[in-house]
């Protein structure tokens, strides 16, 4: 298979949860290059769904890499839990009501990837005091609490100026800095998406619908990311009337 500049994290809310494993395998042989795993708490969101310990049994699909995205209210308290457990990234959300700090060092100290999550109408300028110790932004595209809902264009213009708030860190590969954007994510935005140069695409919903080929999904969903970036590289901006981009 050809090499895409694009990666696809796929989400797992909306699949058969009663066979979580399976469909985590399925995802990932048929491209995904990691699981996204959105832990939810009925607090920050208004929708529980699992916990560390369910990650920890998913953990013996393999090593392929494993995306947390907290929508909880103490990432603090919990946060261990999702290291021992084996998630290689841990993105929380920059909205919560405690000190974000403390948390982002103790993810970076066990070795993982250390993120923050920004609702559609948090701005950048939130993830201003944490630049040094982010490895992952995460541009939410929809409203965090619920798979299926409409990607919203005016929260992903947050992609592109995402890039800046990565500084240089001497000593750490550029791979180490990543801008995740989620929700909403399927043909019609993700050219857009790669137009905007963003690095991980989750994609959820559209890939557990009845009937879909989840391989061809992928596939066509990095194929349009990465003609956007090559729009990008040829300095085409990304224009409204491109946005739905081949939805075919
Ligand atoms: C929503 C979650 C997303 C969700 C994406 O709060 O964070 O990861 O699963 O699903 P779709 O792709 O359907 O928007
Ligand atoms: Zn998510």
Redesign the pocket.
Known sequence: MAAHRALVSA????CDLASLGRESRRALKAGADRI?L?V?DGHF?P?ITFGASVIKRLRRIGRQPFDA?L?ISEPSRYVGEFIDAGCDSITFHVEVEEPVEPTLLQIRKAGRLAGL?IKPATPLSALEPYRDLLDIVMV??????????K?KADAATKIDPAHRVFRDRPGEPPSRREIHV?????RATAEYCGRLGVDVL??????WEKGVDIEREIRRVKALADAGYRDRRRGEAPSGKRRGGDAQ
């Open positions: 989400s797992i809310l909306d996204h959105d939810m969101v929708n995205h929508m999550a939410m595209t929809v409203e965090p609490g619920f798979g299926g809902q990607f989620d929700g909403g994510v399927n989750v994609v959820g919903s559209v890939l």
